[in-house]
């Protein structure tokens, strides 16, 4: 069934969020893809397509593609380790050392596959991610993905201080290593990108960050990073930036809160000034609700956030998170949500469309036409095996079910753009 | 490697938490298991078993069964779907439908098929679970249990008033079913042992609770009931009984709190006055932190009730959780317990171990020498295949990865009182 540039449909029980508010739902129902776009979804073909090939995929739901825009590509080998410790003990003890090791090409390139098969497994097949220092090691992850066929945003990490030996880098050398990035990785063609990535304030000296900025603004690039994640961290940027008014307008000052162009992960305990500065900027929050569990960090507001107009994903942020696969962070942001709707009875929990839009048509808006199947957007999607069993259960209640007991067990097919993509690397 | 009477040993990376300090972790050690308990472990065999079979199960881990002291094996099929409700309604549209379904016989053994063999791909080997209010299916589901090998009480439900027609029994016909259980499930052994359950306080009467604590008393049965889930049950609980000082002392006035035989579900908002009366009856205190969120019923103050000492264990509670897997509450019940820590900084989160242990070795004390590998203990084990990977990890790494990211997959044995279970009903 993998595709080419013919003109073709699919038909099956199509399920998408173009908004918030609801799923749509179209038993049995027809999507025409054209040049890998959405050209129509119906419950017929339209008049002028009748001819199309149709592929059948009998009583199967046929959903988008997860989008995952705050991963750590390089941490995967530890998801679900050290999870006893929070944030900054937790990167000093488990993550450092890890991110050491991809300073070695054969581990990176193993270790690398690994985790874009892992991706393709569980159906996320865009996302944005942090690589690690190393140049070399990130240009591989950028060609390793372009031979997988997913689609990605690849930021080389930036850490000119605060951080142990062997990921720290001068100022200049990790500008350099940017700048080689930004030029070698562009043979790779527009599906996977290069994205500016400091890590996080207190790992990155004014300078850098500053230059970087510059870097973004030079080349039109995307920036990427955490903000406002754990309370220590949090007062810790703020020391080493006292002349700053807030942990975010550190990025700001530095030219790092590009409009539109920015994501910043986790915004667990923003001020009332700052959220007011990201959306003014426009900035797309990465809400990680499993690794703030997880690394107990706080719950972040996600409803205030959005009736405050605010942009917000859901993401998986391995190896914080410990799972890669998005449904799983769909369930645990609606009950981080119902949570806190238990302690504050005005803020309504998350519906689950609310949910799975923040992971399939809203991360996908920060990438292009992305993230659902309305006209002319790319044809990103999953072919989902669940069954109606004895009770006879709905296209919709089969996408509950997918969505909270589900695995990669259940998704038979995976389309990028319109073209089937295989299992890679196996 | 189906075992037998002949004693025998398993060689394997050993973990368990025979208390909830720590888990005991013996790489390459021994289990030596004789007449289906253990006998011994440690990293060598003993002097006077130096002559015994060895299973080598290699780079393997061999950790206890898991064990589920709260689930309704009835619910299944419905996993997942609905979960935007609250409890009250979510009862009534979706859970008593599906109940009122097992009064067809056909219907409820394929679905009581799939539920033990579902309990046992997850690796959870015993447990106490709710029927329904039908006599003929809740012997069938004690029946299948016996013949899959898993072992089990089972509780034909209790509901005289505030049901749905299709699922109200007179207090009479309720009792009548009750006793005919205990009857005719003699024949199946201790295997698989009834257990009085009426369903909770508001559906069932005051004269059905009375007769149905005689009855316990009677024949020694353990009780299981539900407990301080939801504020509105809480409310009508109350409302229904004025008389009473609190929900839990309508069960104590019933006769149904029996002092080291009993299970309470969820106890989320509990007094402190309940908190007293359950300790002093040695109540079971069943903590299910994923349906708790699904439902949007709280946060059960598990911290603060451990150190109250109170006995509480992890259950899955499917379907207001909607998960099987045991792994997924550990780890939704530390997550649950770091959120409250981020709002309670006084209150130390659930460590891996504690968790671990409130899913083996408390549990398991519910239902005699079950739960870990001590000598005595029945060998209920599963053999967990997860490799140490690129970066080597530990034993206790690669079980921190199971509990976190693993599933069924990796299970590749299950042990029930020292003989192994194979795939039931396949």
């Known amino acids: 069934m993998r595709s080419t540039v013919t003109p073709r449909a699919y038909r099956a029980h199509v399920l998408h969020t173009p908004t918030p508010e609801a799923f749509e739902v179209v ?79 054969a581990f990176a390139r193993l270790a690398y596959q690994r985790f874009l098969t892992a991706m393709w497994e569980v159906g996320t097949l865009r996302f944005s991610a942090f690589a690690t220092v190393h140049t070399e090691a990130t240009l591989a992850l950028m060609a390793l993905c372009r ?49 500016i990535t400091p890590r996080f304030v207190p790992s990155v000296s004014s300078t850098l960050m500053r230059r970087l900025g510059e870097l973004a603004e030079e080349h039109d690039l995307p920036v990427q990073s955490h903000l406002s994640e754990n309370l220590e961290e949090i007062a810790w940027a703020r020391r080493l930036h006292p002349e700053a008014g807030s942990y975010a307008e550190v990025y700001a000052e530095h030219g790092l809160l590009r409009p539109g162009r920015t994501i910043m992960a986790h915004c667990v305990h923003l001020t009332t000034a700052e959220q007011d500065l990201l959306h003014e900027r426009d900035v797309t929050l990465a809400h990680c609700a499993q690794s703030n569990a997880d690394l107990t ?30 449904n799983r962070h769909v369930v645990a942001s609606v009950e981080t949500s119902k949570t806190w709707r238990t302690l504050h009875p005005e803020d309504p929990p998350l519906t689950l469309a609310e949910a799975f839009h923040m992971a399939t048509r809203a991360p996908g808006a920060f990438l292009g036409d992305v993230g659902s199947f309305e006209p002319g957007h790319e044809f990103d999607a999953l072919v989902v095996d669940m069954p109606a069993g004895p009770l006879g259960h709905s296209p919709l209640e089969r996408l509950e079910q997918f969505v909270h007991t589900g695995d990669d067990r259940a998704i038979t097919h995976r389309f990028v753009a319109g073209a089937e993509v295989p299992r890679p690397f196996s």
């Open 297 to 326: 960090s706080g719950i972040m507001p996600v409803r205030r956030h959005l009736e405050r107009g605010l942009r917000c994903v859901i993401a998986s942020d391995v190896a914080g998170g410990h799972s890669l696969a998005m």
């Open 147 to 195: 031979e997988s066929g997913l689609r990605a945003l690849i930021g080389k990490v930036a850490m000119d201080r605060h951080a142990p030996e062997p990921l720290l880098e001068s100022a200049e050398e990790s500008l350099r290593g940017t700048i080689e990035i930004i030029e070698r990785s562009c043979e790779l063609g527009p599906e996977v990108r290069p994205i």
């Open 27 to 105: 038993e049995h129902g027809y999507v025409v893809v054209e040049e890998g776009r959405v050209r129509s979804l119906g419950p017929e073909l339209p008049e002028d397509r009748r001819d199309v090939e149709v592929h059948d995929l009998g009583d199967r739901l046929l959903i988008p593609a997860f989008v995952d825009l705050h991963v750590h590509a390089p941490q995967l080998p530890m998801a679900g380790v050290g999870l006893g410790e929070e944030l900054l003990p937790w990167l000093e003890h488990h993550t450092f050392p890890l991110e050491a090791r991809y300073a070695d090409p």
